[in-house]
């Protein structure tokens, strides 16, 4: 089992520029979820999907942030135009079921700098 | 777990003895809750969960106690190793809201041979 596999693993862009970033989830997990990490704000669930499809993007802090999941075994976090504050790590987490109760398997991340 | 900003809480412990990390949580709806270990450069990973039905819970080593009186959770490591080094959260979740899991800002456990 291969776990979550997220890319890259480090990216540096400069501001204004469009970043992507891109999650393979367990096979056969049915939900995906992406999350940001700061030291200031800690873990904050961006958004998720059940099956594909959106369930919850409350977490998008702005319209610059869209996510996408084509299919079962692929999404991306996208964000367009980059600023400096999104540096952060990116982790993206997928789960066999729908409910928070199951299991999170996380990535190991994507380091952002935006310089 | 609050958020403490740049500089997280830390636990210095000797190898072999045990570590009790504390998280309070916010919101007395909560129903479950989850212990996550988050070792350098890596991501969360899955320690032990609890629902809010039950007061103790145990697995390999670790222990996680809710008290929902003053909404407050721990994790009891035994006999913590060097490879338990690492930063811990506790997430909480409403089970109305999906799946929604609310972190903590986590403890650093650093483990002293």
């Known amino acids: 089992d291969a776990g979550v596999i997220q890319s890259p693993r480090h990216e540096v862009t400069e501001m204004g520029q469009e970043v992507t970033l891109r999650c393979k989830p367990i096979?056969?997990?049915?939900?995906l979820f992406w999350y940001r990490q700061t030291m200031m704000r800690g873990l904050e669930l961006l958004i998720y999907?059940?099956?594909?499809?959106?369930?919850?993007d409350s977490g998008m802090p702005e319209d610059r942030f869209s996510a996408k999941m084509p299919n079962a075994s692929f999404s991306t976090l996208k964000i367009q135009p980059s600023e400096p504050r999104d540096s952060a790590v990116y982790f993206c987490?997928?789960?066999?079921?729908?409910?928070?109760?199951?299991?999170?398997?996380f990535g190991s991340g994507t380091q952002l700098s935006v310089l | 777990g609050e958020s403490v900003g740049l500089h997280l809480p830390t636990l210095s412990v000797q190898e072999g003895d045990n570590s009790i990390i504390n998280c309070a949580y916010s919101?007395?709806?909560?129903?479950?809750f989850i212990w996550y270990k988050q070792e350098s450069g890596k991501g969360p990973q899955f320690i032990i969960d609890?629902?809010?039905?039950?007061d103790k819970r145990q697995g390999q080593r670790v222990t996680v106690l809710l008290n929902k009186t003053v909404k407050h959770l721990s994790l009891q490591i035994a006999a913590t190793q060097p490879g338990d080094s690492a930063v811990y959260f506790c997430?909480?979740?409403?089970?109305?809201?999906?799946?929604?899991?609310?972190f903590g800002g986590g403890t650093r456990v650093l483990v002293k041979p």
């Open positions: 997430a909480e979740n409403i089970g109305a809201a999906g799946n929604k899991l609310t």
């Open positions: 609890i629902r809010s039905n039950m």
């Open positions: 999907f059940n099956n594909n499809v959106p369930i919850d």
């Open positions: 987490a997928s789960s066999l079921g729908r409910g928070a109760r199951e299991k999170l398997f």
């Open positions: 096979s056969g997990h049915n939900s």
């Open positions: 919101n007395s709806a909560s129903d479950y």
